[in-house]
Each structure stands twice: as C-alpha cells, then as structure tokens.
C-alpha cells in the first residue's frame, strides 16, 4: 500500500485546513489510518486515528479542533484541521497498520511521505 499526502501549506493562527492521504489499493480499508506529526527537534506524535468501522481517536491536544474522516470509495483517509495554533505546525504523515496502541508509531506498516503545515502567529 503506497499513502500520498495532500493539502499542507501556511495559514495563520485561526485558521483551517485540509490534508488528504489516498493509498494505492483499496484493502486500505482493512487498516486503521492515522496522522502523525513531528516538528522540528520533536518526536513523532500521534495526531488522529479512524479504524475500519470509522471509531475515531485523537490527541488531548487536538480535541475539539481536528477531525478525521475516510472515504472508502475513494480509498481516501481526510483530516480537518480548524482553529490551528502556531504548535500544530509540523510535517503531517498519514500511516496505516492494525496499532494495539492507536498512537504507537512503530506498529504501522505504511507510511506517506509527509506534508508540511506552517501555522503563523
């Protein structure tokens, strides 16, 4: 399974947006989906997570602000990122794998390549 990512760039703190990860086959939706971040000089840190019956779960730290989605027809996993702060700015990667612990990085199989999101103050 190949996970491209779309949709990072720069917005202002206040503001939203919109990243798109769509993997290669459609036995993705077999996987659990995640977005992780990291920015510089920090670890990797679980963002979000849906699993195949869409059951959802997300950092303390995003609650209330970012939604995950997936749409199996398009083989697309989506996360909606409102109100961003200056801390949510990072490289966001879409991963897949079956997690025993949803934000645990080293249980994912497949990862994208990465977006970045800038968020100014």
């Known amino acids: 399974v190949q996970l491209m990512e779309r949709g990072g760039g720069s917005v202002q703190a206040g503001g939203s947006l919109r990243l798109s990860c769509t993997a290669s086959?459609?036995?993705?939706?077999?996987?659990?989906m995640a977005w992780f971040r990291q920015a510089p000089g920090k670890k990797r840190e679980g963002v979000a997570v849906?699993?195949?019956?869409?059951?959802?779960s997300y950092a303390d730290s995003v609650k209330g602000r970012f939604t995950i989605s997936r749409d199996r027809a398009k083989n697309t996993v989506s996360l909606q990122m409102n109100n961003l702060k200056p801390e949510d700015s990072a490289v966001y990667y879409c991963?897949?794998?079956?997690?025993?612990?949803?934000?645990?990085?080293?249980?994912?199989?497949?990862w994208g390549q990465g977006t970045r999101v800038t968020v100014s103050s």
């Open positions: 849906i699993d195949s019956d869409g059951t959802t």
């Open positions: 086959r459609t036995t993705y939706s077999n996987y659990y």
């Open positions: 991963a897949a794998g079956y997690p025993p612990v949803w934000n645990r990085e080293s249980s994912y199989i497949y």
